[in-house]
């Protein structure tokens, strides 16, 4: 979360303007509710107490301000290189980029999945002086990332892309070809021009060629055309102003039930509590349950309760009419400071999974979503880049600053352990074959305990009081597959069960 990224190429070079938090405020002491306004009765030294405070939290938002506009507002343009040999894995697709067809249809992959940053100039957070999450929320932007592709596969067809994904033309990656396993290592070659048939690669840079493999006419699929505004009302619901069902500020409201507040980190753990808790409390998506894993268990029987709406039916009924769609979200720590390496190609396996809708966890402190792999690398979307507040509200507005054309990696080794991985099933059959699939995949762990299980019964929900911004982080805590944890008082700060 503190250091600057390199990501989103397209928007590098622009220079964010200071915030005046301050200019748009009413002073607290004579804030009441949203539907009217009082003098309170208060001594004149608590209202200059009170003034002296409110001073100091304009000065901090004044500095913050200062401070991220010079951390996000400018980007290092730089550019990701992937291999031709090696297949890159986004979320159960595979893509080969030994052709023109095989990247562009990575790019348009890429490019259409949903992409949630900083924002400034939002209205003020309830309670708080903030209008931007710049430097704090980078874990709820890669949560809401994860919640929407949940939704997109939802709600939309499967292995939709946006048509529009051509717009987006400064693809800034490169492919390439290396000599050897010993040149892999090293400086890679550009081999785009071999595709001609040429014995010698021509050097064409490869950005180039992928801007214009963006650009190629493609024949639309009508089912895509279609979704078109399935996907505009899907971006509105993470919109950043109040009535957003899934935006900043409903999360942050949500998140004080957990001790949090505007300006505080959230963990993978707590967010994953909060987007449960956001799409129970909304109506504008219908037929959708969240269910957060408890000790790194998936318990079957509290599946069935949250999703079947119809208890008497009979089991083998093959319908699935009455069971809702699930996401599920586990989270786990895969290590104790860094990541076991033994689970590597564990995670490995759950992202080549249809049902996968990714991770969020990332670096120390620097909150990532990540959707697929290469070799020994992560791709992720990186939240951590300021953009100006859109007007969601309004007709017809612009989707291009919501997805992004710079795919980003990052080594394996460098991936802190506390994430929460989701993963979606549409129907109950979906649900059974998740299960199965998923616990397959968990068994290419080299370690004794899988990273999470499946298991019949009941577990016990702790929610979001049973975290507490009070703990830095988790205590160890070990905990076999399959036993559950009886205490009723559990600390806040076992977030996780160490593997």
Same mark, same amino acid.
């Given at each position: 979360?503190?250091?600057? $990224?390199?990501?989103?190429?397209?928007?590098?070079?622009?220079?964010?303007?200071?915030?005046?938090?301050?200019?748009?405020?009413?002073?607290?002491?004579?804030?009441?509710?949203?539907?009217?306004?009082?003098?309170?009765?208060?001594?004149?030294?608590?209202?200059?107490?009170?003034?002296?405070?409110?001073?100091?939290?304009?000065?901090?938002?004044?500095?913050?301000?200062?401070?991220?506009?010079?951390?996000?507002?400018?980007?290092?343009?730089?550019?990701?290189?992937?291999?031709?040999?090696?297949?890159?894995?986004?979320?159960?697709?595979?893509?080969?980029?030994?052709?023109?067809?095989?990247? #562009?249809?990575?790019?348009? #992959?890429?490019?259409?999945?949903?992409?949630?940053?900083?924002?400034?100039?939002?209205?003020?957070?309830?309670?708080?002086?903030?209008?931007?999450?710049?430097?704090?929320?980078?874990?709820?932007?890669?949560?809401?990332?994860?919640?929407?592709?949940?939704?997109?596969?939802?709600?939309?067809?499967?292995?939709?892309?946006?048509?529009?994904?051509?717009?987006?033309?400064?693809?800034?990656?490169? !492919?390439?070809?290396?000599?050897?396993?010993?040149?892999?290592?090293?400086?890679?070659?550009?081999?785009?021009?071999?595709?001609?048939?040429?014995?010698?690669?021509?050097?064409?840079?490869?950005?180039?060629?992928?801007?214009?493999?963006?650009?190629?006419?493609?024949?639309?699929?009508?089912?895509?055309?279609?979704?078109?505004?399935?996907? $505009?009302?899907?971006?509105?619901?993470?919109?950043?102003?109040?009535?957003?069902?899934?935006?900043?500020?409903?999360?942050?409201?949500?998140?004080?039930?957990?001790?949090?507040?505007?300006?505080?980190?959230?963990?993978?753990? &707590?967010?994953?509590?909060?987007?449960?808790?956001? !799409?129970?409390?909304?109506? !504008?998506?219908?037929?959708?349950?969240?269910?957060?894993?408890?000790?790194?268990?998936?318990?079957?029987?509290?599946?069935?309760?949250?999703?079947?709406?119809?208890?008497?039916?009979?089991?083998?009924?093959?319908?699935?009419?009455?069971?809702?769609?699930?996401?599920?979200?586990?989270?786990?720590?895969?290590?104790?400071?860094?990541?076991?390496?033994?689970?590597?190609?564990?995670?490995?396996?759950?992202?080549?999974?249809?049902?996968?809708?990714?991770?969020?966890?990332?670096?120390?402190?620097?909150?990532?979503?990540?959707?697929?792999? /290469?070799?020994?690398?992560?791709?992720?979307?990186?939240?951590?880049?300021? /953009?100006?507040?859109?007007?969601?509200?309004?007709?017809?507005?612009?989707?291009?600053?919501?997805?992004?054309?710079?795919?980003?990696?990052?080594?394996?080794?460098?991936?802190?352990?506390?994430?929460? &991985?989701?993963?979606?099933?549409?129907?109950?059959?979906?649900?059974?074959?998740?299960?199965?699939?998923?616990?397959?995949?968990?068994?290419?762990?080299?370690?004794?305990?899988?990273?999470?299980?499946?298991?019949?019964?009941?577990?016990?929900?702790?929610?979001?009081?049973?975290?507490?911004?009070?703990?830095?982080?988790?205590?160890?805590?070990?905990?076999?597959?399959?036993?559950?944890?009886?205490?009723?008082?559990?600390?806040?700060?076992?977030?996780?069960?160490?593997?």
């Amino acid at each position: 979360m503190n250091s600057v $990224s390199p990501s989103a190429a397209q928007y590098a070079g622009i220079v964010m303007q200071d915030e005046q938090v301050e200019s748009r405020r009413q002073p607290p002491l004579e804030r009441q509710g949203s539907f009217g306004f009082r003098t309170p009765q208060v001594s004149d030294a608590s209202r200059e107490a009170a003034r002296e405070l409110d001073e100091m939290d304009k000065v901090k938002a004044k500095l913050m301000s200062a401070w991220n506009n010079v951390k996000y507002g400018w980007t290092i343009k730089t550019k990701t290189s992937f291999n031709k040999i090696s297949p890159v894995t986004v979320l159960g697709h595979s893509y080969l980029l030994n052709s023109e067809d095989e990247v #562009d249809r990575f790019c348009r #992959d890429f490019v259409s999945r949903i992409w949630l940053t900083y924002r400034k100039e939002f209205p003020l957070l309830e309670g708080s002086t903030w209008t931007t999450d710049c430097g704090w929320g980078c874990m709820l932007r890669s949560g809401q990332m994860l919640l929407a592709q949940g939704l997109m596969v939802h709600l939309m067809p499967r292995d939709w892309a946006w048509p529009d994904a051509q717009q987006l033309t400064d693809v800034d990656f490169e !492919v390439f070809r290396p000599r050897s396993p010993v040149r892999a290592g090293g400086v890679p070659i550009p081999s785009f021009g071999s595709l001609r048939g040429s014995s010698t690669p021509e050097k064409i840079p490869a950005s180039s060629q992928a801007s214009r493999l963006c650009q190629r006419k493609r024949t639309e699929s009508t089912k895509d055309r279609q979704a078109e505004p399935i996907h $505009s009302k899907l971006i509105t619901w993470f919109g950043d102003h109040p009535p957003a069902p899934f935006g900043v500020h409903q999360l942050v409201e949500i998140g004080k039930s957990s001790g949090k507040k505007a300006g505080d980190w959230y963990g993978p753990s &707590i967010v994953a509590h909060i987007l449960r808790k956001a !799409v129970a409390e909304t109506s !504008v998506v219908q037929n959708l349950a969240v269910y957060v894993a408890q000790d790194c268990t998936v318990y079957k029987e509290d599946v069935v309760h949250l999703c079947d709406l119809s208890p008497g039916r009979s089991p083998a009924d093959p319908s699935n009419l009455a069971w809702k769609s699930l996401i599920i979200l586990v989270p786990v720590r895969l290590g104790g400071e860094a990541l076991n390496p033994s689970y590597i190609d564990c995670v490995k396996n759950i992202l080549k999974l249809d049902c996968c809708i990714g991770i969020i966890g990332g670096k120390p402190k620097h909150s990532l979503y990540f959707i697929g792999f /290469q070799d020994e690398q992560l791709l992720y979307l990186d939240p951590h880049f300021c /953009q100006p507040v859109v007007d969601v509200a309004q007709a017809d507005f612009s989707l291009e600053s919501f997805h992004c054309s710079s795919p980003k990696k990052m080594p394996f080794s460098r991936m802190d352990p506390s994430c929460t &991985i989701g993963f979606y099933a549409k129907s109950k059959k979906d649900f059974e074959s998740l299960c199965s699939d998923v616990s397959r995949a968990l068994s290419s762990s080299k370690e004794k305990y899988p990273i999470f299980t499946f298991v019949e019964g009941q577990g016990q929900d702790y929610g979001l009081q049973g975290h507490s911004s009070n703990h830095s982080g988790p205590s160890a805590h070990i905990l076999p597959p399959g036993t559950l944890s009886t205490s009723n008082n559990r600390r806040s700060s076992e977030e996780f069960v160490f593997l």
